[in-house]
């Protein structure tokens, strides 16, 4: 099946740092996902975005989907940053989203 | 809105108990899914279904069962639980095709003793 892997698995930053999170896939996908799980527990999708660049306030991603992989950009970061940031994909023809491990984020104050 | 609802919250089950995971969602959605997540794997898919009648398997379908007999509610079935399922549950649920946002639930943190 596809492999779907995320660098780095932790990261600390402080308040107000850049810092860039990477998806790498293995084959082609017809939809990409990243989500943000908060220090409670609680998942929300950020973008969706199987090519091309989409921007939403202090965050933006681009995917190249050619070269199979998947960029999150967080600009200065906030505490609220914090948690686990993960990539997921859907090969084409399927339903079946698979999960990298995720990128811990920790942005100090 | 409720959005994707979750119970219960926690759960302690002994090895061998059966029990059902509830998930139920108000918008419409026809893309629900299950999830399981351990530490440092992410989460992984157990089942999903793309509308009710329909059910798939997933990356880690073994020890669980599913069923969608409406749209609203996609229920996970434990039937006999073992010390390896305990993880943390989310349901999801989406609509299909492309752009669709997947909406999380909050949860079920599952413990088999």
């Known amino acids: 099946g596809i492999q779907v892997e995320q660098s780095p698995p932790d990261l600390i930053l402080q308040e107000g740092a850049n810092s860039t999170l990477r998806c790498n896939f293995s084959?082609?996908?017809?939809?990409l996902q990243w989500f943000h799980q908060n220090p409670w527990g609680q998942l929300i999708n950020l973008f969706y975005?199987?090519?091309g660049t989409k921007q939403n306030g202090r965050l933006s991603a681009t995917t190249v989907a050619t070269e199979r992989y998947s960029l999150l950009y967080i600009s200065s970061s906030q505490t609220t940053d914090s948690g686990v940031y993960f990539c997921?994909?859907?090969?084409?023809?399927?339903?079946?989203?698979?999960f990298g491990a995720g990128t811990r984020l920790f942005v100090k104050a | 809105n409720a959005g994707v609802t979750q119970t219960p919250k926690f759960q302690v089950l002994k090895t061998g108990q059966s029990m059902t995971l509830q998930c139920a969602q108000d918008?419409?959605?026809?893309?629900m899914s299950w999830y399981r997540q351990d530490p440092g794997m992410g989460l992984r898919l157990i089942h999903y279904?793309?509308?009710?009648?329909?059910?798939d398997q997933g990356e880690v379908p073994n020890g669980y069962n599913v069923s969608r007999s409406t749209t609203e509610d996609f229920p996970l079935r434990l039937l006999s639980a073992a010390p390896s399922q305990t993880s943390v549950y989310f349901c999801?649920?989406?609509?299909?095709?492309?752009?669709?946002?997947?909406?999380f639930g909050q949860g079920t943190r599952l413990t088999v003793v």
């Open positions: 999801a649920s989406s609509l299909v095709g492309p752009g669709a946002e997947a909406f």
């Open positions: 997921a994909v859907e090969r084409g023809g399927g339903f079946k989203t698979i």
């Open positions: 279904s793309v509308g009710a009648g329909i059910t």
């Open positions: 975005i199987p090519s």
């Open positions: 084959d082609s996908v017809n939809n």
């Open positions: 918008m419409n959605h026809e893309y």
